[in-house]
């Protein structure tokens, strides 16, 4: 499925958008605008025959909490009070494309993009909250993993998603 992406801009026509979860479909159509105005997220949205908005993802910047990270990696950082991340926000694909791969273009876009802004920033980790377990399940396909304390707030090592990222990119021999 040829899919676009782009900024979130107001040629995007977001009023017709559904993804199933009523909260995300509120926030997509009346303040996505908003907070990237407020620069409080960036939103991509994903787009089928370059018009029609088949998904979007939002991304902030974050930090963790030395405490909330898993003790086996938190052993192996020094011992500041602020771990740098990236958050995506808020994820979904229109409920039309169900089945279609369009989260999963949605995840590795996301991913691209923050490798690459962690070349110039440092991006220890990649986070995502999760609305309800069959979402954890989804973010956990792709190799995020539970805090132990909040288990539908997942992390990745921004190595790992650069790693997986390239190893996706590479030719096939």
Known sequence: MPTTFEALSKRHDRSLFRCGEHELDEWFQKRA??????NLARVFVALE???QVVGFY??????????????????????????????IGRLARHEQFRGKGIGEILVADALQRIVN????????????DAKNNHASDFYQSFGFTPFPLHPNRLFMLTT????GLKKANSPQL
């Open 58 to 87: 939002s991304l902030s910047a974050f930090t963790l909490s030395l405490d909330e990270v898993p003790s086996e990696v938190a052993s192996k950082l020094p011992h500041y009070e602020r771990i740098p991340a990236a958050l």
């Open 160 to 163: 790992t998603a650069a790693a």
């Open 49 to 51: 025959g370059g018009t």
């Open 33 to 38: 605008g908003q907070d990237e105005r407020r």
């Open 117 to 128: 802004v962690a070349q110039d920033l440092a991006v220890f980790a990649i986070v995502v």
